[in-house]
C-alpha cells in the first residue's frame, strides 16, 4: 500500500521524502504550508497525530512519526536493510549513534537560536555566551567524524547520513556551517544524489537545502 507522507514545506520532512526516493518506494506526498506569521504547521496536521508536526506518514493503517524512528524503521525494514547497519556489524553502534545524534543532541541548540533570535537584542547575551558555543561544539564533532570518510558511518552511505542532513542544512541556514569543509563536503554530496534531486522536486520549494 502507498505511504503517504504529511510533508510541512521546509521541514525535517524533506528527509524523509530523500529516504523514500533512495529506497526506491511508492510513496504520495501531502503538501503543508506553514502559518505565514508564527511559522507554525496548520491545524489539519493534527488530525493525522495528536502533535500536529511534520514529517508524519500512514501506512498500512498505522501512523508513523518522529523523523528519527520512521528513519530507521523503514531503512531496516524495506530493501533488505541497504540503508541500515544491521545489528552485530562493527559500525551498528556509529549508524545509531548519528541517526540519533541529529534530533537527540545537535538540534536542539539551533533551535534555541531560532526561538531566541525572536526575542531580538533581550535574546543576544543568550546566544553569545550559550548558544553560539553549544552549536560550535556539536558541529566541530560532527565535522571531525568526517576527517577521513565522506559517511557518517561504516564508511558508506546510509539512513544515518539523511538524518543528519537536516542538521547540515539548519547550520547553513543559522549556525555557520561553512567554517566546518567537512560539513560542507558531506552536503554538496548529499544534493548531488539523484534520490536527493527526486526528492526536492516532490517536497516543493525548500529554501534551506539551498
Ligand atoms: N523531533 C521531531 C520534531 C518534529 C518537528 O518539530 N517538526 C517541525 C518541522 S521541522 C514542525 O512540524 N513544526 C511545526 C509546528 O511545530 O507547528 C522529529 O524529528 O520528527
Do not use: C
Not at 42 to 57: A, F, M, Q, R, T
Not at 92 to 102: E, G, M, S, T, V
Not at 151 to 173: C, E, K, N, P
Amino acid at each position: 500500500m502507498t505511504i503517504i507522507v504529511h510533508h510541512l514545506e521546509e521541514s525535517r520532512s524533506q528527509r524523509v521524502l530523500w529516504l523514500l526516493e533512495e529506497l526506491g518506494l511508492d510513496y504520495e506526498v501531502r503538501r503543508y504550508a506553514r502559518n505565514a506569521q508564527t511559522r507554525l504547521a496548520p491545524p489539519e496536521l493534527k488530525d493525522i497525530h495528536p502533535l500536529g508536526k511534520s514529517p508524519v506518514l500512514q501506512h498500512d493503517g498505522r501512523v508513523f512519526a518522529e523523523s528519527g524512528a520512521i528513519i530507521e524503521y523503514f531503512a531496516e525494514h524495506e530493501h533488505g536493510g541497504k540503508l541500515a547497519i544491521p545489528a552485530g556489524d562493527a559500525a551498528r553502534f556509529d549508524y545509531l549513534y548519528w541517526l540519533h545524534f541529529a534530533e537527540g543532541s545537535a538540534m536542539l541548540p539551533l533551535l534555541l537560536k531560532l526561538y531566541v533570535g525572536m526575542l531580538g537584542e533581550a535574546g543576544g547575551p543568550l546566544m553569545a555566551a550559550r548558544i553560539e558555543p553549544e552549536i560550535e561544539a556539536h558541529l566541530a564533532h560532527a565535522n571531525r567524524a568526517l576527517q577521513s570518510a565522506d559517511y557518517f558511518a561504516g564508511g558508506r552511505f546510509t539512513a544515518a547520513d539523511i538524518q543528519m542532513s537536516f542538521v547540515l542544512d539548519a547550520g547553513a541556514q543559522r549556525g555557520g556551517l561553512q567554517r566546518f569543509p567537512n560539513l560542507m563536503r558531506a552536503r554538496a554530496a548529499h544534493q548531488a544524489r539523484p534520490a536527493y534531486q527526486r526528492a526536492l522536486a516532490k517536497g516543493g520549494p525548500y529554501k534551506m537545502g539551498a
